[in-house]
Structure formats: structure tokens, C-alpha cells
């Protein structure tokens, strides 16, 4: 208190030199940054790319009834080329490039310069042609639709420029511009898995600025209402800032990004502050009590529940999803800068005279009243502790056994409120053509193709769009079962099939299947480039991987060729609908792989081949890995936490009596969400190790006063009670700032982030009962250093 203006100075000029350092936070929107270097599917996908180049696909959609006419070529040859000029796009297939390709198989001999004008017929929208019609059924689902009324021009993104960095952001934005340029009745739209993505980082963005203003803005009102101090007001802002800038810094100095789950960093920071100023500010009212006396009585516990809020955060970083280990960092990081702002301001900014009161104080008689409340309930649940403490041990197995149950989503897709233009995008377009989902096989290729080779393939692809799985668990809105779903792949596509139908012409029945794919590469390079890997690439052809982030061909020559598989499904897919479509696949390639090795030894393959992948595995396996994490992180934030009280309190049964009381809420909460229908999915995969470590900062301060009461009280029961009608206030305050902060976060449209403002809220308000209520008499059940009546009322 003496060296207080010190602090204060301290703080006001550390602030400058972290507010200009911290403006060099970057945000990384990559997939290939939400893993780890080492994670298996990731290396999958990154062998895909390094292969074939550009993967990453979006399809820029559009309505056209006149689409197979000579108006509708020019249209889409139009929108086609304004696509190809795009910078970070690797290249483009749509009709127009069909129209192209289709003149390989039936050339045009006319002299005629105007052969290909609206005069003439177009050979590939030909009703009358056995090929053309098969040629533009290979097509369906990709580049239109089966009716034919329906455009797409499919997008090959490029990872990485010229100089290595990656630029997918601003090529979507080019896109969903020229998309933008479209007449309004052709319904132009982007889809695909890397927007769906870059929406995800804007929504989240805009919900870190809108949430910040509403949870700070909402707890300055609640401080205003409850306390009517406008100096908890100021240091709450302080404190909110200072830590915010400093987190960010650190995260800088550090390396870190901020990633899709970062932008709620204000609003967490300011409920953290906020938790933690209400135990002071409610303490300084209290009458006869100086400011000395609350620091001096309640440093501890504010250092412990900072300390245990970082455990329960950090502990997220067990995790082997990139961002959630750099959500752990960057909270636990702000929950330490809390505590050194909190040292920092609050001596002086809680020693400003007494007119910066804005009301009047409450009566002594407004105090008494919640106090006279808390202790009937305290002496309640102590005196029936034995039935409690059994009770809430049964309570914890029982849950815990029914969550370890619960069904998970790991549906990206799900992560959009239905009727949000993203989900009705998606929709449309998996009406319209099929499915927007898009993954891949990758299979060993010999370096002469042969037609034998080809055959083998073709009776994979069959195998593959064979595959049916039975859905049986869906349920309606009320709750009622749906009809079993049958699930399957909505496209398979590779250029063994454009083989065969190259090879009904007759002119090139008769050459090899590489001199049909030369002329294929010829006519569409992008498409065949990225479905084959091809020998003797010229000077001029793909760069090398030092330029372009992908592997050359000719390497790739020297060693095995490659072919790719293209496969397509709904993306509106529950998470495990889609996990089983793509377990089944993966059988179905091994068990086809095993039979080639079987009756063609002399096939050469590769370790790294045979692999399913794609942006939509990808996809699947981030928000499957989440979902997996969450019980590594709960152990670890339990034993941190549990280390944590046991250091602060000396006591292990004190210990346990906290976890029991925080896990108990956790798992309830949980269990209620199964019961209404809710899944396991993004948004719960983290609420567990967080509850834990803001819920027992009320046990800190509970256990803090029970063991100072214990000193002159004649028993356990005297003394948890007594420290429940004592301290109950400032925790139901505490704990209230905490609940209202992250209901806040249930107004956003991402639904992870509703999902987790709404699931910790209910935690915390659970957890703020336990506390004054079963903490009590879990406390008497197993303290036994002074046992004693436990009738005390």
C-alpha cells in the first residue's frame, strides 16, 4: 500500500511498449496449422499435395437452363476465364473446358473458321452421341448437374505462391466477389471445404469484437447494480486491458498465432477479472474491514484461483490439435497476467476517496439477510452430510459412466446455425449436384499405364460407389426416430474412367491408354495433372518444390507414378455417418491392395500410397481429435488443480472433497445435454478442463475462510458453516459475473462458440451451489480435525 502510486506507474508505462509490441500478432487461417507437424492424416494430405499440386477445391455454383446450348458454352467460357485469372488459382475445370477436352475425341475437320460459333452444333451437347452423352455423365456432379441446368466451375486453389506463403484467404475473397457479379437469378454461390473454413475464422472474429464489447459492457452493468463502486469499474478496465495487451505480447514473443478458437480472448480475460475484483471490492464493503486487511486476507486465495484458472487452461494443452494447445497457451498466459494487473492496480485504484461511490451503500440489514439465508442452507447440508457425500460420490460414477457414452459430432458443417446462408448454401448444392464434400484415394500407378491397370481400377471404383451405410440412430427435432439413412459416396471419378470412354473412339481404340492420357493432359492439363502424375515433365511445366511447396514430377517419376481418385459426399453428413463412409472406404482400398499385391507380385508400391485423404478428412479429423482430447485435458486440469489446493490447503481430503464438488456439475451438465439430444462436438470438447479451473476458485476461497475459522471454532461443522454464510456473498458475485459473461457468448451464430458460452455457464452456476451447499458437507464428512455436532444452525 505504501509503494501503491509505484505499481500504478509501473503499470501505466509498461503498457505503451506492450501495446506497440503485440500489434505483431498475426492470424494463421491454414489447416495445416491446426496440426501437429507429426499427425498421420496431415501427412497424409501433405504426401497429396506434394504430389498432385493444387487440392485445395472450391466450386463456384451458378443456375443456368440454358447451359448446354452455345449461349450458355459462352457464359460459362466467360465466368471460366475471369476464375483462370484469378491470382492463387492452380486451375479450373468446368463445361467450357469439357468442350474443349471432348474435341480430342471428336475432332473437328471443318476449315471453317466459324466452327465453333452458335451456328454449328457443339459436338459435346450432342443428344444424339453415345460418347458425348457418357463424356458429360462422367462430368455430372462436377461441372453440372444432372439435369443440366446447373454450373460448376470447380477451383483448384494453389497452397503456397511463388514465394512459399499461402494467400488462400484474399484468392476466396476474389472469388465470392466474382461470384458477387453474377445475376441475382442465377443464385451464384462458393462452396466448398476451405470457405467453409475461412467463414468459420470471420464469424469468429466478429464474434471476439461484438462478444468483447457485450461481456465487458454487461459486467460493468451487473458491477454497477451490485456493488455501485465506480472504482471496481475503473479497475476492472485496467486490469482487463493491461492483461489483454500483455497476453498478446507474450503470444508474440513467443511465436504464437491466434487461431480459431483466440478471438474470444477479451471476453474470457474480462470474466476472469471481473471473478477475481469481486471478491475485493465485495470484501472492502464490509463494514470495519480496511483495505490492508483485504489484501492481506485475500492474496492467497486470489493467487491460488489465478494459479488454478491457468491449470485448467494450460491443461488444454495436452491436446494434439494446434489451436486448442494455443487457446491453453494464451489463456493460461492471461490468467497470470490477471494477477500481476490485479498487483498492479487494484492497491491504488481501490484507495481513491469514497466519492467515487456512485449510490448510496446497501443497509447493514441487505447484508444480513443473504447471510442469514446461506447459513440455513450450509447448517442443512451439514447436518445430512453422510447422505450427501454417498450420494454425490454415486452422482459422479453414474454421470461419468453416461457421458463416456454420449454419441460425438464431428460434422464441420454442424458447426453453422441451420438457417445461416452458409448451411442453406450447402444445401442447394448437394441438391443440386450431389454433394460438396471432396476427398481422395491415392493409389500406386506403374510407369507404363496399362489397360490391365486400368481394368484393376475401374473395379476399385465399383467397389467404392457400392459402399452403403446404414444410419439408424437420427432423430427428429422431437426427439422421435427418423427412418434408417442410406449413405454412400455421391461421385468416384479418376481418369481411368475418362479412358474408357476416350477408348469407344474408334480412332483411339487402337493406341496405348498413356497416349489417350497425353492427349488428355494436352486438353485439360489442370484436371489430368491432378489426377495423374506424369513422366518427362517439360522446362515449363509445374515448378519445383523449393518454388511451389510441392514435389516435382519428374522425382515422383524416378520413383512411382501416382493416381488419384476423386470422391464426393454430403457434406451435411452427421460426424458419424461420415466417419463410417470413410472407415469403409479405407477397407475397401486396403482389402483391394492386398488383392492386387496377391495376384500381381511384380507391382511395385509404395509405403506412402494407398492412402485416404483430403480436405475433408482433414476436416473430420480435427473436430474428431478435439472431441478425443477432452478427457486428456479434464485428468490433467484435475490433477494440477487437485496439486494445487492440496500445496494451499495442506490437507488431501480437502482436496478431494473440492474435485469431487467441481467434476460433479461438469459431468451433470453433460449429461443433461445427452438427455435433450446434444451431442459431443466442438463446443463441449474443451468445458471441461475450463470449468475446472474457474469453478474452483469458489472452493479456494471457501476452503481459505473455513480453515481460518477452524482456528477458534469449537468444530468442522461450526467453522463450514460460518465460512458459507461469510463468504457465500462474494462467491455467488464472483461466480454471477462468471455465468454472465459466458452466456454472453450463446448470442453468436458460430455454434461452437454458443455451445461453449452456454454449456460453461450452466457449469459455473451448478458449480457456485455446490460450493455453498455440498462443498459443506463433504468438508465435515471427511475433515475429522474437529469433529463435532453438526446440528449447528
Known sequence: ????????????????????????????????????????????????????????????????????????????RGWTEKVESIDGVEGVLSVAKLVDAFKYLRPDFSFSLSAASSENPIALFRQDDEIAEQFRGLFSGYTHSIDEKTAAIVVMLKPVDENGSSHISETVSRLRLLASEFPASSHAMLVGEPVLLEDAFDLILADGQRLAVGTISLLCLVILITLRDLRVVVLSAACIVWSTVATRSIMVACG?????????????????VVAAIMHIAVRCHQAGVTLVGT?????????????????????????????????????????????????????????LPERFLRFAPASRSQHNLPS??????????VQHHVVLGFASILGLVATCGYVMRLETNSSFLDNFRSDSPIVESYSRVEERLGGAGVWDVILPAPTTITP???????????????????????????????????????????????????????????????????????????????????????????????????????ETATTTRSLRIMLRSDESLSGRAKAALMSRVRRVVQLWSAGVIENHPTQQTHPSEKIVTGYSVLMSRLVASLIRDQWKALAVAL????????????QWTLMIAALIVNTLPILVVLSLMGLFGGQLDLGSATIGAVSIGLSIDGSIHFLSGYQRRLIGASSSSEAAINSAADLGAPILLASAALVIGFAVLVTSPFIPTATFGLLVAATLALSAVANLTLLPALVVWMDRSKPGNTETT
Open 1 to 76: 500500500m505504501r509503494t501503491r502510486v509505484l505499481w500504478m506507474l509501473i503499470g501505466c508505462l509498461s503498457f505503451l511498449p506492450l501495446a506497440y509490441y503485440q500489434s505483431g500478432l498475426t492470424m494463421n487461417r491454414s489447416l495445416a496449422a491446426m496440426f501437429s507437424d507429426d499427425d498421420e492424416t496431415l501427412l497424409d494430405y501433405q504426401h497429396l499435395q506434394s504430389t498432385f499440386g493444387g487440392n485445395l477445391v472450391v466450386m463456384l455454383v451458378y443456375d443456368d437452363d440454358q447451359l448446354m446450348t452455345a449461349d450458355g458454352l459462352h457464359r460459362n
Open 256 to 272: 504464437v498465432e491466434l487461431s480459431l478458437v483466440s478471438a474470444i480472448l477479451l471476453a474470457l480475460v474480462a470474466v476472469v
Open 295 to 351: 489484501i492481506a486476507s485475500l492474496a492467497i486465495p486470489i493467487a491460488c484461483t489465478c494459479l488454478t484458472d491457468t491449470a485448467g487452461f494450460a491443461s488444454l494443452m495436452v491436446s494434439e490439435v494446434r489451436p486448442v494447445i494455443e487457446f491453453g497457451f494464451m489463456t493460461a498466459t492471461a490468467a497470470c497476467c490477471v494477477l500481476v494487473s490485479l498487483t498492479l492496480f487494484s492497491p491504488m485504484v481501490m484507495s
Open 372 to 381: 442469514r439465508v446461506l447459513r440455513r442452507t450450509a447448517a442443512f447440508s
Open 452 to 554: 490391365e491397370y486400368f481394368i484393376r481400377v475401374r473395379e476399385l471404383e465399383t467397389q467404392l460407389r457400392e459402399i452403403e451405410i446404414k444410419v439408424t440412430n437420427a432423430t427428429d427435432p422431437s426427439g422421435d426416430p427418423l427412418p434408417a439413412k442410406t449413405v454412400r459416396l455421391s461421385k468416384v471419378l479418376s481418369l481411368a474412367d475418362a479412358d474408357e470412354v476416350a477408348r469407344q473412339v474408334t480412332v483411339l481404340s487402337f493406341v496405348t491408354p498413356d497416349v489417350r492420357l497425353a492427349g488428355m493432359r494436352a486438353a485439360i492439363p489442370t484436371f489430368a495433372e491432378a489426377l495423374l502424375t506424369f513422366p518427362n515433365i517439360p522446362e515449363n511445366g509445374p515448378p519445383s518444390s523449393s518454388t511451389s511447396g510441392r514435389t516435382s514430377l519428374d
Open 639 to 650: 490433477v494440477v488443480v487437485g496439486l494445487l489446493i492440496w500445496i494451499a490447503s495442506g
